[in-house]
């Protein structure tokens, strides 16, 4: 098990684009927000740029006729690069574990619709979704 429950006084949150608006001058406003988020949490758990991050995706997206932020397209990319996936954490009365309480090193957190990035027990993302509780999450293998 290469997670931990922590209880946070503070939320454990870093707003963070993934590199969208340095690479396209994107602003960060809500009108801009779109669905990249599978782009945003790999691009920063894997430390490459938003641009490859997308291309790639949108290449296997194309070659498999899906979405970029579909598991079908995501999963087989992180595999690609060396991650696993891994069950949701729970607790001992077995219920999910909020984002908010888990402390990993470097992770992607699959939660309801939606892909964040971890690293060092702190989120990296456009929105605070600490509060949601991990489906399931990717790590590096050297990790799991």
């Known amino acids: 098990m290469n997670w931990q429950i922590v209880k946070h006084k503070d939320k454990p949150y870093i707003k963070d684009d993934g590199g969208r608006f340095k690479e396209f001058n994107i602003k960060p406003l ?24 997308r291309d790639d995706l949108f290449q296997i997206a194309m070659d498999i006729c899906d979405m970029p932020n579909s598991p079908k397209v995501y999963e087989p990319y992180l595999e690609s690069k060396g991650w ?46 600490t509060p949601w509780c991990a489906n399931s999450y990717y790590t590096p293998k050297e990790t799991a």
């Open 30 to 53: 809500e009108k801009n927000m779109i669905n990249d988020c599978a782009i945003r949490a790999i691009a920063i758990a894997l430390d490459q740029s938003y641009r490859r991050t």
């Open 84 to 129: 696993i996936k891994n069950k949701p954490p729970r607790r001992i009365n077995n219920r999910k574990v909020e984002v908010r309480n888990l402390h990993i090193d470097k992770a992607i957190i699959r939660t309801s619709k939606h892909l964040t990035a971890m690293i060092n027990g702190t989120v990296l993302d456009t929105w605070d979704c």
